[in-house]
């Protein structure tokens, strides 16, 4: 089975400052897609970011971009101008397109200092 | 998420009992999952749908069972509820492959004692 490992169980940052949260995975398939997802308090799951493998331009989405790193498989997002509304868990999960199942990482605890 | 909802939201029950949550959409998507979230583990599949009457079972299937009768709707059966399954369990829903990306929906606490 596919692993993904998030290493920074918590992360903080200052308001307005950058931070990156890095993922790490696991495959043999060549063709895949990476996902960041967002866990507010409240529990819901958020897409943030996506990434499919074959492209080797990295997704952004606002103040939230991707370093897609195919051959080290590595996948960090980056968050700029952080904002309060940015603290939450982030979790880090691939998906084989020959699959349809997601693996996820155990999360990356985000607090933003005011 | 709007198109997909869980029932119920929060749940005590107590050893022994049996559980059954349910995952309901309105998007007609194909495919339909039950994902468990543990401190520690993230979120790990129990068990997931690729059509009426067809399932198939997840890295953490033992203790659970699933049933799809309609494309709508999903349930998670928990036969004889242990405290190893409380957790908070999510359902997702997806278009396929080709779509990519789960929406999820708001997940059930679910604490048995």
């Known amino acids: 089975a596919q692993t993904v490992t998030q290493s920074q169980p918590e992360m903080s940052v200052q308001e307005a400052e950058t931070v990156t949260l890095s993922c790490t995975y696991d495959?043999?398939?060549?063709?895949?897609?990476l996902f960041w997802y967002k866990q507010p308090p409240s529990r819901q799951m958020i897409l943030v970011i996506r990434q499919e493998a074959y492209k080797q331009q990295n997704a952004t989405e606002n103040r939230f971009s991707v370093n897609f790193q195919k051959a080290a498989k590595s996948f960090s997002l980056k968050i700029s101008d952080s904002q309060l509304g940015d603290a939450a868990m982030y979790f880090c999960?691939?998906?084989?397109?020959?699959?349809?199942?997601?693996?996820f990482g155990t999360g990356t605890s985000l607090t933003v200092i005011p | 998420d709007a198109g997909i909802t869980q029932s119920p939201r929060h749940k005590v029950t107590e050893t022994g009992t049996p559980v059954t949550l349910r995952c309901h959409q309105t998007?007609?998507?194909?495919?339909m999952y039950w994902y468990r979230q543990d401190p520690g583990h993230g979120l790990r599949l129990i068990h997931y749908s690729y059509g009426v009457k067809d399932t198939d079972k997840g890295e953490v299937s033992d203790g659970y069972s699933v049933s799809r009768s309609k494309t709508e709707d999903f349930l998670l059966t928990l036969e004889s509820a242990t405290s190893s399954q409380t957790s908070v369990y999510f359902c997702?829903?997806?278009?396929?492959?080709?779509?990519?990306?789960?929406?999820f929906g708001s997940g059930t606490r679910l604490t048995v004692v």
């Open positions: 998007e007609n998507h194909r495919y």
């Open positions: 997702a829903i997806s278009a396929g492959r080709a779509v990519g990306g789960y929406t």
């Open positions: 999960a691939y998906l084989a397109n020959t699959g349809n199942q997601f693996y």
């Open positions: 495959t043999s398939e060549s063709d895949y897609y």
